[in-house]
C-alpha cells in the first residue's frame, strides 16, 4: 500500500513562486490565475517525491501524511507599466530582499514579462540606431 501525502504550508511562509508547481513531476500542484488572484491547489500525493517541497524557495511546503488538498490564493499587484495583474506582493518582496545588492531602485521586479521584453525591445533597437549614426 502506498503511503498518501498532502502538503502543509509553514504559517505564511508561501510567497505564490509557483516553483513548486513548476516542479512537481506528477503534476498534482494546480495553477491558476483569474481576476487579479493567483491560485494554488495542491492535491494529495502518493508519489515517493519531495521535489515540490526542495523546490520551495522559502521552505514554506512539507509533506505530511494525509489525503487533504489544500489550496491557497494570493492577490496579484498591477504591473507598472500596462496596469494588468501580474504577481503577489509576497513574491515581489522576497525578490526585493533576495536582490536588494544588484537591482537598482527603479528595478523590473514590478512589471510583467510582456512590457519587459517591449521595454528590452526599444532599448536595443535605441543602441542599435545609435550605433548606426
Known amino acids: 500500500m502506498t503511503l498518501r ?3 502543509e504550508l509553514e504559517g505564511g ?11 512537481c ?8 490565475q483569474h481576476n487579479g488572484l493567483r491560485r494554488i491547489r495542491f492535491s494529495a500525493c502518493d508519489q515517493d517525491c519531495q521535489i515540490c517541497q526542495e523546490a520551495c524557495p522559502t521552505q514554506a511546503i512539507r509533506l505530511v501524511p494525509g489525503e487533504a488538498s489544500v489550496e491557497v490564493s494570493f492577490p ?3 504591473c507598472r507599466s ?10 515581489l518582496e522576497h525578490l526585493r530582499i533576495c536582490l ?3 537591482l537598482p531602485a527603479d528595478s523590473w ?7 519587459r521584453r517591449k521595454a528590452e525591445g526599444r532599448n536595443l ?3 542599435w540606431l545609435k550605433a548606426r549614426e
Not at 25 to 32: F, H, Q, R, V, Y
Open 76 to 78: 496579484l499587484l498591477a
Open 25 to 32: 513531476p506528477a503534476g498534482l500542484i494546480d495553477l491558476s
Open 109 to 115: 521586479l514590478d512589471i510583467c514579462p510582456s512590457c
Open 82 to 91: 500596462c496596469g494588468q495583474p501580474d504577481q503577489p506582493a509576497a513574491l
Open 5 to 7: 501525502r498532502q502538503v
Open 100 to 102: 536588494q545588492d544588484i
Open 13 to 23: 511562509r508561501c510567497i505564490g513562486c509557483t516553483a513548486c508547481s513548476s516542479s
Open 125 to 127: 533597437a535605441g543602441q
